[in-house]
């Protein structure tokens, strides 16, 4: 019995050491990612794109605030916002303030579920099919975020709204196409309002979306998308270590969870070593932030991240 004890003991220490590292110590720990990514026609000049997601932001959280202002120091071509930008009523003007610098240069977005509505608390366990699934959107009865003021305030900056749009933006001098969808984990994307082929006089058509559902990544590449860029994973959020995510609350492979891969229409559990030679590529951000109600993060740093766009 006294043997079986210490082993509880133990086990319940290590519990407790684990939740303090994700909750006091991980979540904090911001990282910038860096990837090279050869998606631009041959002759094309390098461009270096910044992608942030996922800030999910509370007016008091300064340390987040300070370290994504400071990402303008990069200096990149352009930026992408995938969205999830707020996790509080209050939130918009903190995340104005944290993307001030990076309104100086070219950039882009697409809103996210937490960009229409406020947060809730909500059963992590249901993340990994535990239960009934968690409500969405309006179904969860709380209160709309002031979104029209979120998205003002990036368009007043010069940032391009690509929710359910496509249109050619020129970076660095080079012309690239976009191709964008509203939030599809709360059924707001419309890609067959913006489908069509690539087009041939750009150095890339790149697509963008928040949450990467298979439904619009694959009619997505299908028409020529080159890159796609998404968040809403969140990386698993609380991943195993050496094993990875359980889960990426939305229909994506968990091994797609975070980081750069491959996809082509059909990829759907299938490994980068099945990708046909004209497969797209798949950069989804573990993001910086977490739904205030759930503040942990483990095996899996909040990051933001560096592409460097080179000809394939």
């Not at 959280?61 to 930026?79: K, S, T």
């Not at 797209?280 to 909040?302: D, I, M, Q, Y």
């Amino acid at each position: 019995m006294h043997a079986l004890t210490k082993t509880s003991t133990a086990i319940a220490g290590a519990g407790l050491g684990t939740l303090a590292w994700a909750s006091l110590v991980e979540r904090h720990l911001y990282t910038l990612r860096r990837f090279t990514v050869p998606v631009l026609q041959p002759g094309a000049r390098p461009l270096r794109v910044l992608h942030l997601s996922d800030l999910h932001l509370v007016p008091r959280q300064e340390r987040r605030i300070q370290w994504v202002r400071g990402l303008a120091a990069l200096e990149p071509d352009f930026v992408v916002n995938t969205g999830d930008n707020c996790s509080d009523l209050h939130a918009v003007p903190a995340v104005l303030d944290a993307m001030e610098p990076l309104l100086r240069f070219p950039g882009a977005f697409v809103l996210g579920s937490n960009d229409y509505y406020a947060p809730m608390p909500k059963n992590p366990l249901k993340y990994v099919g535990l239960g009934d699934p968690h409500r969405r959107g309006a179904e969860m009865r709380v209160p709309d975020l002031p979104v029209q003021d979120l998205v003002d305030g990036f368009t007043g900056g010069g940032w391009t709204d690509l929710d359910n749009v496509r249109t050619m933006l020129e970076i660095a001098g080079q012309p690239v196409e976009f191709v964008g969808v509203d939030d599809p984990h709360i059924e707001q994307d419309d890609y067959p309002s913006v489908a069509g082929r690539a087009a041939s006089d750009v150095v890339a058509t790149v697509g963008v979306v928040h949450a990467p559902y298979v439904r619009v990544l694959d009619p997505m590449t299908a028409d020529g998308a080159r890159l796609v860029l998404a968040g809403h994973t969140h990386g698993g959020q609380v991943c195993v270590p050496f094993y990875g995510a359980l889960t990426t609350n939305c229909d994506l492979d968990n091994a797609r969870a975070k980081g750069v891969s491959r996809w082509w229409p059909g990829a759907s559990g299938h490994p980068d070593a099945d990708a046909p030679d004209d497969a797209a590529w798949l950069e989804v951000s573990a993001g910086l932030g977490h739904n205030k109600f759930n503040p942990v993060r483990l095996a899996c740093r909040p990051e933001a991240t560096l592409l460097t766009l080179v000809p394939r």
